[in-house]
């Protein structure tokens, strides 16, 4: 049954039922039901125009950055638990990522983009109720959630033309600090001497376009500093540091980086364009690798990170997500985003999150010590397990669970999840995933001397057994 406007504007008059208690959030939850409702409101008069278009953009993306911090810490003021702060957030993190998907489509002039902002925004609202009314019995409101989805059966676009943003994992999700701001949510075509073309992804500090130099033509991935990152100089000064330690290192195995710097407010880092695909697609597609594949990537990122070690370089994220292939099927080391001198003294968190991904992160980086080489080649094992089994050594559905299981569990030795992994390799890994650094090999040329071995038919020792950390019970 087709639903009117006006009968989906009725059903956003609920902006008095839904409360927390809580004075400036409740504030925020009524301005964001009357904003939906204001904006209806003028799509049905039939003058939605360019101007209007982008001040609704605008402020649905103020909204999220003012009112999730504030909903977040609530949430963790009043006792949720950590997994459901996660899934809470996780939706915090949709409505961000489709803010942006919106205005995309604003500058490719879409059709009905109106009618789906005000889907969006019906939707959105409705989960967000649910997440809220699962886990507490006393939210009283009257919203009827059944019939405001009905109502907003009618805003919807064709099958084709719903394809969103999809949340990554946890860890490796993007908070919604990450989001561009109202004025930065249009991605500039240029940027310095380099054209903007496709969106490559997104990595820890910006998203990753394919441009082209004006001049010499030639191709690079352009890594572009999300605005609202760039109104801290502290961001900016991580931002760039990545590109000047990173342009002093020149191996097949590493991205290179060639060009950084600030054009029109905007920062950006000019890297080699590495056409094919990340180790994590390739995985995705082929499933767990043969001993032999496996060994060779293996050996191509040891010796990326050999390189970087040697210039007293941390990487703190080795993933399968940043181990790019090419196509001829060599291994680049990409996204230097968290790296670090193995000599400075400097904390591991930013606004307390732990820098790293919690599916690869080593024992130490996610206990808050300083690092060395070492935690490199554990988050490398741990790749490099999932290579070789299809599966992470640690499952968790929570990111402080992972962390716990990192530091606490011993992981199943891979050959008892892929029994024809050979001996040798099996001890391999179970060497690089030593829960204290002093138990792996010292160096990531440590670590290809032992390969070098197994490649001669010859036996490398036991690792040795894991003496894990004493727990303190409460």
Request: proline content about 6%.
């Amino acid at each position: 049954m087709a639903h009117s406007i006006a009968e989906i504007a009725s059903a956003l008059q609920w902006s008095d039922t839904y409360v927390l208690g809580v004075p400036e959030i409740d504030a925020q939850h009524r301005g964001f039901l009357e904003m939906a409702g204001a904006f209806l409101a003028v799509t049905a008069s039939g003058q939605v125009d360019k101007g209007t278009l982008d001040a609704a953009l605008a402020n649905l993306t103020a909204y999220g950055q003012q009112h999730f911090p504030l909903e977040e810490a609530f949430l963790e003021r009043v006792g949720l638990s950590q997994q459901e702060r996660e899934q809470h957030i996780e939706s915090h993190n949709d409505f961000i990522f489709r803010v942006s998907e919106l205005a995309h489509r604003h500058r490719r002039a879409e059709r009905k983009i109106e009618f789906k902002m005000v889907s969006f925004m019906c939707d959105w609202f409705v989960k967000h109720l649910t997440q809220f009314d699962a886990k507490y019995a006393n939210l009283e409101h009257a919203i009827d959630t059944e019939q405001l989805k009905a109502a907003v059966t009618l805003a919807e676009l064709p099958e084709h033309e719903l394809e969103g943003m999809h949340l990554t994992p946890v860890g490796r999700r993007p908070g919604p600090g990450h989001a561009a701001s109202a004025q930065g949510l249009a991605v500039p075509k240029q940027i310095g001497p380099y054209r903007l073309l496709d969106r490559l992804g997104q990595g820890a500090t910006g998203e990753v376009f394919k441009a082209v130099h004006d001049t010499l033509e030639r191709p690079a991935a352009i890594k572009l500093m999300a605005p609202e990152m760039a109104a801290s100089r502290d961001n900016v000064e991580r931002f760039l540091r990545e590109a000047r330690v990173v342009s002093a290192l020149r191996h097949p195995n590493i991205v290179l980086v060639f060009d950084a710097g600030e054009a029109e407010g905007r920062y950006y880092i000019a890297m080699e364009l590495i056409e094919g695909e990340s180790l994590a697609s390739y995985l995705e597609k082929k499933g767990a690798l043969k001993e032999d594949e496996a060994l060779l990537l293996l050996t191509q990122s040891l010796m990326g990170l050999d390189a970087a070690h040697a210039k007293g370089l941390v990487h703190r994220d080795i993933k399968p997500e940043n181990l790019l292939l090419d196509q001829k099927n060599r291994i680049h080391i990409a996204d230097f985003g968290l790296v670090m001198e193995a000599s400075t003294v400097t904390t591991l968190t930013v606004s307390g999150k732990v820098m790293g991904t919690p599916q690869y992160i080593s024992p130490e980086l996610a206990d808050g010590q300083k690092p060395d080489a070492r935690c490199d080649l554990y988050s490398l094992g741990v790749t490099f397990y999932e290579v070789l089994t299809g599966e992470v050594p640690f499952k968790a559905p929570t990111a402080m669970s992972l962390l716990f299981k990192h530091k606490y569990q011993k992981p199943v030795p891979p050959n008892k999840v892929r029994s024809e992994l050979s001996d040798g390799v099996n001890r391999l890994i179970l060497w690089l995933m030593g829960k204290k650094p002093e138990q792996r090999p010292e160096s990531a040329g440590a670590v290809l001397q032992m390969i070098g071995a197994l490649r001669r038919g010859e036996k490398i020792p036991a690792p040795p057994t894991p003496n894990l950390p004493v727990r303190l019970e409460a």
